[in-house]
């Protein structure tokens, strides 16, 4: 026995088991209930049956931003930041619970063949709130988020770029139909669930409502 585990490290790098503890502790808290969400309130007199209109109070989440072609490959490596900053990477060396949703902001490049800008982002507790720890990771930000108000579309299934893309197109068209004001860019993609998480998956896709001049 002590011969064979001497032995186990060959079988994958620290880089690989890593990876298969961040995903079990995702997976065990993505699977549990009562992850705290952040507080919005439902906007009154919306009589759209295709999406939401929420108020989100001012928070404060934990960022990183990212370049690209392609947001799935940006979410993963964001998340990737991320993880290891509730992990305990971090000024304070504390852990940090999950929370839902992640939220991936997206500010889209000039053109078909131009990177686009994404922002990774987990809202941080409510007992962090007050004074978050601070990042370790220089890639890696506390965002102080203003009250907004956003459209919402909602949907199931294990979702992709393209999944997201079509949902986003759904929702513009929506508010388009009911001539609403809202800003075409940045939007947000947005996931509730684990990637074991199999049944009664949760994703949505957020427009944000255009702000009156004052």
Not at 42 to 48: L, R
Not at 52 to 58: C, F, I
Not at 155 to 179: A, M, P, T
Request: contains cysteine; charged residues 25%.
């Amino acid at each position: 026995m002590k011969t064979l585990n001497r032995h186990l490290p060959q079988f994958g790098s620290d880089a690989s088991i890593h990876r298969l503890k961040m995903l079990k502790a995702v997976g065990q808290a993505l699977f549990s209930t009562g992850l705290q969400n952040p507080e919005f309130t439902a906007v009154e007199g919306n009589k759209a049956e295709d999406y939401e209109v929420r108020t989100y109070h001012a928070t404060k989440w934990v960022s990183t931003s990212l370049s690209g072609m392609h947001l799935d490959e940006a979410m993963k490596d964001g998340f990737r930041r991320l993880f290891s900053y509730i992990q305990g990477n971090n000024q304070k060396k504390v852990k940090v619970e999950m929370t839902a949703p992640v939220t991936g902001r997206v500010d889209p490049g000039a053109g078909p063949a131009c990177e686009s800008q994404f922002t990774v982002s987990f809202f941080i507790p409510v007992e962090h709130q007050e004074n978050p720890p601070e990042p370790s990771d220089p890639q890696v930000f506390v965002e102080h988020r203003e009250e907004f108000t956003a459209y919402v579309r909602r949907y199931g299934g294990f979702s992709n770029e393209n999944l997201k893309r079509e949902e986003l197109l759904k929702l513009l068209e929506s508010l388009q139909r009911d001539g609403v004001p809202f800003v075409d860019k940045p939007y947000y993609t947005v996931g509730y669930d684990s990637p074991f998480k199999l049944t009664n998956r949760r994703n949505e896709v957020w427009v944000l409502k255009k702000v009156e001049q004052q």
